[in-house]
């Protein structure tokens, strides 16, 4: 790593430890090849061989250098459930540090002294309260140390009653249903709006069959007969004057509105017409139609 010849230091063989690497005399020709290391670091521990080369020979020494590491980053931790009766472990564990690492736990609330119950393993940090009760709620330090120093953390802990078990279940179940019939509304309302809008779809394409077909003009023709018989047939001979039949030329015939071989055939009446001499009515013509469909 470093090495003293004609009058000349070279230090460059070994990357880690240039520039912090030197001669402790500066001129080495004297005998004395001490060195020193600046800025030490763990990486730095190894073992080192040191040689003297002078005619008309050579000799050697080597040496073991380790670099301790004081504690640092120390972590406290709780481990189990903090219920009166249950047993409780507070955890202490240093990310550095040289070993043997040593831990220590104190109470620093209340009472300086740990519980009765308590079990101390030094070499992981765990202190176990077995058995806790309420008594053992306050604030714990833990104290990491080695030979060349120490780190320290602290946590609280809180004793409590136990839970109540079966509350939880009865309202995790509560809450379970109410979460499923909430889902299944939602579902209900979904497919109730499905099935309307399918239904308005189908609707809206479909042909509707119900629908009577518009009246033909035949059909007015025979409704404008009609009414006229019936207008013709309650006049008495005090308005018949001044009245003006309407020619039968006039009233609309079925053989405009029907194609050859549509014209239907009537069969003759087996009503036997009424007297009307007796009924004090005047007697009226009225229009009937003939097999070929002319009016007579």
Not at 22 to 34: E, I, L
Not at 141 to 169: F, K, M, Q, Y
Request: charged letters at 20%; one cysteine or more.
């Amino acid at each position: 790593i470093i090495m003293y010849a004609v009058d000349r230091i070279y230090n460059h063989y070994y990357a880690a430890l240039t520039g912090r690497m030197q001669f402790t005399n500066p001129d080495p020709r004297s005998g004395d090849a001490s060195l020193d290391i600046q800025n030490l670091k763990a990486a730095d521990t190894g073992t080192y061989q040191c040689k003297v080369k002078k005619a008309p020979g050579v000799q050697s020494k080597k040496i073991q250098l380790t670099v301790l590491v004081k504690p640092a980053r120390t972590k406290c931790s709780i481990g189990g459930s903090q219920e009166i009766g249950k047993d409780v472990t507070l955890k202490c564990v240093s990310q550095e540090g040289s070993p043997l690492l040593s831990y220590d736990w104190r109470r620093v609330s209340g009472s300086q002294d740990l519980p009765a119950t308590s079990m101390l393993n030094k070499n992981t940090g765990e202190l176990l309260l077995k058995n806790a009760s309420q008594e053992y709620s306050g604030v714990y330090s833990c104290v990491a140390s080695n030979r060349v120093g120490t780190d320290e953390c602290s946590i609280e802990l809180h004793v409590t009653p136990p839970v109540n078990t079966a509350g939880i279940i009865v309202g995790a179940i509560i809450g379970t249903l109410l979460g499923l019939s909430v889902l299944t509304f939602l579902i209900c309302c979904w497919c109730k709006k499905h099935r309307e809008k399918k239904y308005e779809k189908e609707v809206h394409h479909d042909i509707r069959e119900d629908v009577p077909p518009p009246k033909s003009r035949s059909s007015t023709a025979r409704s404008y007969i009609g009414s006229n018989r019936s207008s013709l047939g309650s006049m008495s001979p005090s308005n018949m004057e001044g009245y003006t039949k309407t020619p039968y030329s006039q009233v609309p015939s079925e053989d405009f509105e029907r194609t050859p071989g549509q014209n239907p055939t009537f069969a003759p009446s087996k009503v036997a017409a009424p007297n009307l001499s007796r009924m004090g009515a005047v007697p009226v013509m009225i229009p009937a139609q003939s097999k070929d469909g002319s009016i007579v």
